[in-house]
């Protein structure tokens, strides 16, 4: 019994561990933000300048987009389900916020070329 509480530590230990490694390894990365709307690039702001940006869809729509500390949120909009509010601030190369009522994607990209498409564990 005692031997399987020692071996569960252990593996919860190595898998805590393994999932800190890629929080560390993007850290550095300068990274910017990419708006899209429709498919096209209305917009790259860095991510490392506090602002405010207003986004509009067809005169009658729009979202407020937040840069600050480092992370991006929507903290307005009009769109009926309001799902692009309630996502959280996103900050990681890789992540994205979307709004479908408003045919938007908020997307975080690391400045920096890399050799891989993917990463498969």
Known sequence: ???DIILLVGILLIAFIIWLIPLFLNKDAPAVVRVL??????????ILEDQTISISYEEEGYNLLL???????VSDADCPDGLCIRQRAISRNGESIIC??????????SKEESDLDAVTY
Do not use: N, R
């Open 100 to 109: 479908l009522p408003h045919k938007l994607v908020i997307q975080i990209e």
């Open 67 to 73: 840069i600050s500390g480092g992370q991006v949120s």
């Open 37 to 46: 709307q429709e498919g096209l690039e209305i917009g790259t702001y860095s």
């Open 1 to 3: 019994m005692k031997k």
